[in-house]
């Protein structure tokens, strides 16, 4: 039996780790690439495409699966413009918690754990995803991939996320589904937990020796162990 990891935050990726939010995704992108007359793709790749927000993904789907987002391209920005949307009016069509997210957040929330989402979607579609999902009341912190200047595997958006839940930036775990979430723990110097459910480019998340894997997410309190750590503020609401 592996020791439980000491902490007092948690800190999740939203797409990926709590909501399978790919199908909806994957229509946000065809409606672009058909308006393209393009063809679209299967909803199997574009969850090999998620992960570094919305310009990335689109990149991916337009050039290939190793593009980087164009530089003062207005094609490009047009195309980003009509995804986004297209798809804030249907976040959560299909889009829908993994197995056990909410009771797993109850439990976790009842035993005192601060908790935030850092993510490299938009922080306003982020907040309504969680909301309409009914996953807000346990987020009290939101960190999305335009809130800071920079985005993950960027550490800077954990560290924020820490300092705004009012804990000690050692206190925390990254909780996440892809090599993006592992490198940003790293770098924070925090503990990573990466879930097989998400999407990591169809690379297994156990080749990144992360400090957990999750096969299912009940399996995530037995991962933890809460320690009391002084709060160095109240947490800020977003």
């Known amino acids: 039996m592996t020791n439980p990891i000491p902490c007092t935050a948690l800190l999740f990726d939203l797409d990926g780790t709590l909501v399978d939010s790919a199908p909806d995704l994957w229509r946000a992108m065809n409606h672009v690439l058909t308006?393209?007359?393009?063809?679209?793709?299967?909803?199997?790749?574009?969850?090999?495409?998620v992960g570094h927000g919305a310009r990335a993904l689109l990149a991916r789907g337009l050039h290939g699966e190793q593009a980087e987002p164009p530089q003062?391209?207005?094609?490009?920005?047009?195309?980003?413009?009509?995804?986004?949307e297209f798809y804030q009016h249907h976040l959560t069509d299909h889009s829908r918690p993994f197995p056990a997210v909410p009771e797993v957040l109850a439990h976790l929330a009842s035993q005192g754990y601060a908790m935030a989402v850092v993510t490299n979607k938009p922080e306003?579609?982020?907040?309504?995803?969680?909301?309409?999902?009914?996953?807000?009341?346990?987020?009290?912190?939101?960190?999305?991939?335009?809130?800071?200047?920079?985005?993950?595997p960027d550490p800077a958006p954990l560290l924020y996320a820490l300092e705004q839940l009012g804990v000690p930036?050692?206190?925390?775990v990254m909780?996440?589904?892809?090599?993006?979430?592992?490198?940003?723990?790293?770098?924070?110097?925090l503990p990573s937990i990466?879930?097989?459910?998400?999407?990591?480019?169809?690379?297994?998340?156990?080749?990144?020796?992360?400090?957990?894997?999750?096969?299912?997410?009940?399996?995530?309190?037995?991962f933890l162990r809460f320690t009391q750590e002084t709060r160095m503020a109240p947490p800020c609401l977003h």
């Open 35 to 49: 308006g393209r007359h393009l063809p679209p793709l299967p909803l199997e790749r574009v969850r090999h495409l």
């Open 72 to 84: 003062n391209d207005p094609g490009f920005e047009s195309a980003v413009a009509e995804f986004l």
């Open 124 to 152: 306003t579609l982020s907040k309504a995803m969680l909301a309409q999902l009914e996953l807000d009341r346990f987020f009290p912190v939101v960190v999305g991939g335009e809130t800071l200047t920079t985005r993950k």
């Open 169 to 172: 930036a050692h206190s925390g």
């Open 175 to 189: 909780i996440g589904d892809s090599e993006t979430d592992h490198q940003a723990a790293r770098q924070a110097a």
């Open 194 to 222: 990466l879930c097989t459910h998400g999407y990591n480019r169809g690379e297994p998340v156990a080749s990144l020796a992360p400090d957990r894997v999750l096969d299912h997410f009940n399996q995530l309190p037995g």
